[in-house]
Each structure stands twice: as C-alpha cells, then as structure tokens.
C-alpha cells in the first residue's frame, strides 16, 4: 500500500471511529444504509464478488434474486460497520440486549470443564458484537488473532479498538500465535477465531457448499494438541436491533487416523456447521472476497 494511500485509509477509519459514534443513532443508521445501497449500485468489484459468492450459497436464485441479496448482503455489511464504530460507546447493558445467544450452554458447560474452548466462527454478522457480549456478559476474556494491516497505524487502531472491548489480540503473521494461542487453552481459557477462508498453502481443503475451498488448520490442530473444545458459532441479523447467535455443540475428534487426518475431518465438519448457518442467512455472510478454489488462479492466489 502507498504511503499516501495508507494514510488516507487510516485517517478514513479514524474518521469513522471517532465521528460515527457521536451520530444520533438514527441517523447513523440512515448514513450506512444510504452507503450501502450506493456501493451495490456502483457494482464495484466487491459487490460482483459478492454476488458470485451468493450463487454457490443459492444456486437456484434467479439474477433478480441474487442481487436482491447482494444489496441486503451490502447493508449488512454496513450494520456491521456502524455498529464496530459505535461499540466503543455502548455501556455493558446497551452490549447485553443487543445480541441473544442461542444454547449458550454448550459454551459455559465447555468452560466450566475447564480444558478450554475454542470457538470458530465464518465472516457472518458482527463478530465483535458477539466478542464485547462475552467479555459484558459472560465476563469471559479470550485471545483472538488479527491479520496484519497496512499501514501499520490502521493495525494499531484495530488492536486498540478490540482491546478496549476486552480482547487479548495477537497478530496473524510472525508464527508465536498459535503457541500463545495453546498456553491460553492448556490454562483453560477461551479462544475466538473467525476462520471460514486461508488461501495460505497451510490450508485444508474442504467441500464448501459443493465446491472446494480453503479453511484454516489452525482450529482443529489447537483442539487436538490442547484437549481444548472446538465449537462454531454463528451469528444473524433478523430485521431487529438484536442481533442472534447460536453456539453449536462441539465438533467431536476423531478417535482414529493421523494428525492430518484428523484436522481434515474436524475442519470439514467446522465447514458444515458455517454452511448450515450461511445458507439460513446468506445475506448476513460478508465474504467480498475469492474463496472456492476455482476461483483462484493455478498458483493459490487471487486472481
């Protein structure tokens, strides 16, 4: 990224973060939705890529249909963005009702057995709304890993902004994360990672929806070398200012093969539980980015 191409981006997000969340609320729902619907006019690359991805969800809908989705998909998105630069603000009892958790009993009974959890979750709904809610409600913290970004300054202003939500945050890059990672579960503690794309060459493939794609090992190789719970989550919008999630019971490890055999079925039972939960609301899937391999050039790498 060029240096002034960084900056511009850096002082986009600062500007959403400390202007957005003085908005009325409103209105501030009013700018994101009037944002969102201009993006999905312009049909810009993410919106294409968007809808190309809703078309493996949905197969059967129609061209009118796909971009009715896309545009929802778009606002979506948005909601996910306005809400982040407004969660600074929000007090514990404002984060408490604006999520309801389904079966959160798997999670606190996983907790409570104390050989640590992992939960997994895919690109859908507000994923840090569903962090500050366990960090608020639960009073749970937890680790969780970011990729790095350029500039290094847009980095820093994301790590601050999940810390101050009661995150521990490492970075992707650099390979002591996944150590850090298994300390954190040895000792009992909680784990969030969203992990439904790695077009690394670490990557284990999966059946995604009929197509193959990648999905990080890192999950399930943490569950086998900690004895850690793996859990997916995932979470939806349905009309309403609450947003919903629902914790899935634990993705059972196999008792035979080896290491890599194992991670592969793991991985690809994580792959059904998304799956599941995307094709009930595809809308709320915020993947604007290449996935299925098939969509990769022949070296792994976006086209």
């Not at 847009?154 to 009661?166: H, S």
């Not at 990648?214 to 939806?236: D, E, I, K, Y």
Request: aromatic share 8%; net charge neutral.
């Amino acid at each position: 990224m060029s240096t002034l191409k960084g900056r511009l981006t850096d002082g986009l997000y600062g500007l959403g973060w400390s202007a957005v969340k003085t908005l009325p609320e409103p209105a501030a729902i009013r700018l994101f939705r009037t944002i969102a619907d201009q993006v999905w006019k312009r049909r810009g690359k993410s919106v294409l890529r968007l809808e190309s991805n809703l078309a493996r969800v949905v197969p059967d809908a129609s061209p009118a249909r796909l971009a009715e989705l896309s545009r929802a998909g778009m606002r979506s998105y948005m909601r996910y963005w306005m809400e982040s630069f407004r969660l600074p603000t929000w007090s514990p009892e404002r984060i408490r009702a604006s999520i309801d958790v389904k079966d959160v009993h798997h999670l606190t009974e996983g907790m409570d057995a104390g050989n640590g959890v992992i939960i997994a979750l895919p690109h859908l709904g507000n994923w840090d709304l569903a962090g500050a809610w366990v960090t608020t409600d639960l009073k749970v913290p937890f680790t969780t890993v970011a990729e790095r970004l350029e500039p290094a300054t847009l980095y820093d202003r994301f790590v601050a902004y999940r810390e101050g939500l009661g995150m521990e945050v490492l970075p992707h890059s650099g390979g002591a994360a996944f150590g850090t990672l298994a300390r954190r579960l040895r000792a009992g503690g909680l784990v969030c990672l969203v992990a439904d794309r790695d077009l690394s060459a670490s990557g284990v493939e999966v059946s995604f929806f009929g197509a193959t794609a990648r999905m990080p090992a890192g999950p399930a190789l943490l569950a086998q070398q900690t004895g850690a719970l793996l859990m997916p989550v995932t979470l939806w919008y349905d009309g309403t200012p609450v947003m919903k999630a629902r914790v899935h019971p634990a993705i059972e490890m196999p008792e035979e093969g080896t290491r890599a055999e194992k991670t592969s079925a793991m991985t690809q039972a994580l792959a059904d539980a998304f799956a599941g939960g995307i094709a009930e609301h595809p809308e709320d899937w915020h993947m604007l980015q290449r996935l299925w391999l098939d969509d990769l050039d022949p070296r792994g790498a976006p086209k």
